[in-house]
């Protein structure tokens, strides 16, 4: 059974710094892109960055260019998003989704998802 | 980017019906579109990818068509845990782009 489970999430303050992980288990973990997709309290939902099996291509939403970024660590099975420069448009609650390929920026279904951590900035 | 408009926004409906929810993107996108269904409190769900390939497990009751620019979601026969939030996506070109969503509610 695949398992995506998001951790790090809280309350920040504006400017501040948050990194947030995805534990990924019941898949190849490096057979697939990753990304992060988050919704606004009451809101849809926006892709906020992706990331290729080997780390090899990597895309951002032009509303976190240059702030945020996203790793994997394939030897841990884990995805990570580390969040600087934190507004408080950034808040909302961050899902973890997996590519149903392996290659970022080819065509791109999330076939399975996190349950999300919520990320609030406040000050 | 690709623009994705859903319509209707929300729409009301009873057990038994047949409804139908459409997605429109601002630019030709093939076949590339997916369609997820999002319950209160929990992730989204993939339903439909590639406009009309079912995803495993979901129930034959959901169907997708369309290509290009028009697609269109159906639920031949609601049942009482469609109720849901639906999405579109582009899965076309980055950024990938989602649709601002479909709220079916019970009548």
């Known amino acids: 059974e695949v398992q995506l489970v998001e951790s790090g999430g809280g309350l920040v303050q504006p400017g501040r710094s948050l990194r947030l992980s995805c534990a990924a288990s019941?898949?190849?973990?490096?057979?697939?892109?990753m990304h992060w997709v988050r919704q606004a309290p009451g809101k849809g939902l926006e892709w906020v960055s992706g990331i290729s099996w080997n780390s090899g291509s990597i895309g951002y939403a032009d509303s976190v260019k240059g702030r945020f970024t996203i790793s994997r660590d394939n030897a841990k099975n884990s995805l990570y998003l580390q969040m600087n420069s934190l507004r408080a448009e950034d808040t909302a609650l961050y899902y973890c989704?997996?590519?149903?390929?392996?290659?970022?920026?080819?065509?791109?279904?999330?076939?399975?998802w996190g349950q999300g951590t919520l990320v609030t900035v406040s000050s | 980017d690709i623009q994705m408009t859903q319509s209707p926004s929300s729409v009301s409906a009873s057990v038994g019906d047949r409804v139908t929810i459409t997605c429109r993107a601002s630019?030709?996108?093939?076949?590339?579109l997916a369609w997820y269904q999002q319950k209160p409190g929990k992730a989204p769900k993939l339903l439909i990818y590639?406009?009309?390939s079912l995803q495993s497990g979901v129930p034959s009751r959901f169907s997708g068509s369309g290509s290009g620019t028009d697609f269109t979601l159906t639920i031949s026969s609601l049942q009482p845990e469609d109720f849901a939030t639906y999405y579109c996506?582009?899965?076309?070109?980055?950024?990938?782009?989602f649709g601002q969503g479909t709220k079916l509610e019970i009548k």
């Open positions: 989704a997996k590519d149903n390929g392996a290659i970022f920026g080819v065509v791109t279904n999330f076939d399975y």
């Open positions: 996506q582009q899965a076309n070109s980055f950024p990938w782009t």
């Open positions: 019941g898949f190849t973990f490096d057979d697939y892109a």
């Open positions: 630019q030709g996108i093939s076949s590339w």
């Open positions: 590639a406009a009309s």
